[in-house]
């Protein structure tokens, strides 16, 4: 996964993290045309009684958004169509907050599955 550099975003030992508003960018894979569950693995850090939001895409469109609202990495899900072939996958964090020593809202994403809805 490619991160947007910006200050504080960083790609970790195990996870990208998203501390500052920014984006996550991948490609995706279909091997046939059809309607699959995207799965990203993540967690959250919440501020001001919100957690992190991840506005996802597919080929620049919007195909949805998950709540990292879990602590923990915990699995979030989104269905998705997809034609045969490569996507741009990227996940965009959109709602940063930061009070230094008091809160801030962090997004971590740990990987990005995708398999054929059953």
Known sequence: MDVEEIAHNKKGKTEVVLA?????????????????DLCIHGRGSAARDEWPILLVTRDGKEIGQVTLDSPSTAPFGLPVTLTQGEHALEMRFTNDFCDPGKADRNAFVDKVEIWPKQ
């Open 20 to 36: 500052n508003i920014g984006s996550i960018r991948t490609t995706i894979t279909a091997d046939i045309p059809g309607e699959y």
